[in-house]
C-alpha cells in the first residue's frame, strides 16, 4: 500500500491549499482515509476523515475551512483548505486503514489506528 500526498506550500493567512492523496495497492473505496498534521513542536492531530460510507469528521479548528473529498473516478483523495490561518502550518499526512470504520472514531484517534501513510506534504500559512 502506498500513499503519495501532493499540494503543500506556502500561503498567506486567508488563501486556499488543495493537498491530494492517490492511494495505491488496495481497495481504496474500503477503507478509511484521513488527513492529519504534526505542527513543529506539537503532536499529530487529526485534521479530517472520511470512511467507507462517505461519512466525514472533522477537527473543531477544520469546521467550516477545510473540506475532505474522494474522487473515486480518479482514486484520490483531496483536502481543500479555504481561509488559512498560521496556526494551520505544519507537515499534512494522508493515511489509510482497512479495519478503521467510522470516520469520527478515525479522527479520534490521531492516526494511532492508521497503518498506513504517506511521506507527508508540508503547508506554511503566513500573517
Known amino acids: 500500500v502506498q500513499l503519495v500526498e501532493s499540494g503543500g506550500g506556502s500561503v498567506q493567512a486567508g488563501g486556499s491549499l488543495r493537498l491530494s492523496c492517490v492511494p495505491s495497492?488496495?481497495?481504496?473505496?474500503?477503507?478509511?482515509m484521513g488527513w492529519f498534521r504534526q505542527a513543529p513542536g506539537k503532536e499529530r492531530e487529526g485534521v479530517a476523515t472520511?470512511?467507507?460510507?462517505?461519512?466525514?469528521a472533522y477537527a473543531y479548528s477544520a469546521k467550516g475551512r477545510f473540506t475532505i473529498s474522494k474522487d473515486d473516478a480518479k482514486n484520490t483523495l483531496y483536502l481543500q483548505m479555504n481561509r488559512l490561518k498560521p496556526e494551520d502550518t505544519g507537515k499534512y499526512y494522508c493515511?489509510?486503514?482497512?479495519?478503521?470504520?467510522?470516520?469520527?472514531?478515525?479522527?479520534?484517534?490521531?492516526?494511532?489506528?492508521?497503518?498506513?501513510w504517506g511521506q507527508g506534504t508540508k503547508v506554511t500559512v503566513s500573517s
Open positions: 493515511a489509510a486503514d482497512p479495519v478503521v470504520t467510522n470516520a469520527r472514531y478515525g479522527l479520534g484517534t490521531r492516526g494511532r489506528d492508521f497503518d498506513y
Open positions: 495497492g488496495y481497495t481504496y473505496s474500503t477503507y478509511c
Open positions: 472520511i470512511d467507507s460510507d462517505g461519512d466525514t
